[in-house]
């Protein structure tokens, strides 16, 4: 079972940074795909961006060249690094893991951006 937990969410000035951290459970984090999501309200949910078990990322156009996501095996993390952050930025984003066939969802955290 992976279980996933969100922290790091709140309300930041449009430009401002925020990064966002998943702790996830189970065993094999370092095989597992990480990835972000957000959903807006009214809208469905997208994806953010996306690490490989060999850390390769790839990101929503929305967000390149502004968001980093990254990950510590040691510590079975993943962090979501937002820079340069816009009013459309804010959601409730959610941590995913792919783990053996599965996808598992993070009760999500909620980011205002706002002035």
């Known amino acids: 079972q992976v279980q996933l937990v969100e922290s790091g969410g709140g309300l930041v000035q449009p430009g401002g940074s925020l990064r966002l951290s998943c702790a996830a459970s189970?065993?094999?984090?370092?095989?597992?795909?990480m990835g972000w999501y957000r959903q807006a309200p009214g809208k469905q949910r997208e994806f953010v961006a996306r690490i490989t078990s060999g850390s390769s990322t790839n990101y929503a156009d929305s967000v390149k060249g502004r968001f980093t996501i990254s990950r510590d095996n040691a510590k079975n993390m993943v962090y979501l690094q937002m820079n340069s952050l816009k009013p459309e930025d804010t959601a409730i984003y959610y941590c995913?893991?792919?783990?053996?066939?599965?996808?598992?969802w993070g009760q999500g955290t909620q980011v205002t951006v706002s002035s």
């Open positions: 189970g065993s094999g984090f370092s095989m597992y795909v």
């Open positions: 995913n893991a792919l783990a053996w066939g599965s996808f598992h």
